[in-house]
């Protein structure tokens, strides 16, 4: 798949994971403070988005070593929103509903960036150095 498809389909997931964040987000204003509702809604939509970037958007076998450094490909994400959605509320004083859609957008280059070059980081004890697509059988 070409550097462009992935771009297309990190877009895609981009934009369920964002409407699953906001969704959530919202849900969970209801009962707590914006940044807590931030930060909780940010980590489960994060687990969701790994499954999809790995099956979806690079067609690779998900695995505990990506699982575990996934976070680390959204910890540029997490700073940049955390501190646009702060920005925006408190210094620039638009509505707390609004200000993670603005910052998330922000964010986009950075994490696709991350994101590909761990997503597609060849696995230790890989033959070659290949990566494994999804699907693919292990020919050792």
Same mark, same amino acid.
């Given at each position: 798949?070409?550097?462009?498809?992935?771009?297309?389909?990190?877009?895609?997931?981009?934009?369920?994971? &964002?409407?699953?964040? %906001?969704?959530?987000?919202?849900?969970?204003?209801?009962?707590?403070?914006?940044? /807590?509702?931030?930060?909780? +809604? #940010? =980590?489960?939509?994060?687990?969701?988005? #790994?499954?999809?970037?790995?099956? @979806?958007? %690079?067609?690779?076998?998900?695995?505990?070593?990506? @699982?575990?450094?996934?976070?680390?490909?959204? +910890?540029?994400? @997490?700073?940049? &929103?955390?501190?646009? =959605? %702060?920005?925006? =509320? !408190?210094?620039?004083?638009?509505?707390?509903? %609004? /200000?993670?859609?603005?910052?998330?957008? +922000? /964010?986009?280059?950075?994490?696709?960036? =991350?994101?590909?070059?761990?997503?597609?980081?060849?696995?230790?004890? !890989?033959?070659?150095?290949?990566?494994?697509?999804?699907?693919?059988? !292990?020919?050792?």
């Amino acid at each position: 798949m070409t550097v462009r498809g992935q771009l297309f389909r990190f877009a895609l997931v981009g934009a369920v994971n &964002t409407g699953t964040y %906001y969704g959530l987000y919202l849900i969970l204003l209801t009962r707590l403070p914006y940044v /807590a509702s931030h930060v909780i +809604a #940010f =980590v489960l939509s994060m687990i969701g988005s #790994f499954f999809l970037t790995s099956y @979806f958007t %690079y067609r690779t076998r998900p695995t505990w070593r990506k @699982f575990l450094l996934f976070p680390l490909t959204n +910890a540029a994400n @997490f700073v940049v &929103t955390t501190t646009g =959605v %702060y920005l925006l =509320v !408190d210094v620039f004083d638009l509505g707390s509903r %609004y /200000a993670p859609l603005i910052a998330a957008a +922000a /964010a986009i280059p950075i994490t696709f960036v =991350v994101s590909r070059t761990i997503m597609l980081r060849p696995e230790p004890g !890989d033959a070659g150095g290949e990566r494994q697509p999804v699907g693919s059988a !292990d020919r050792r």
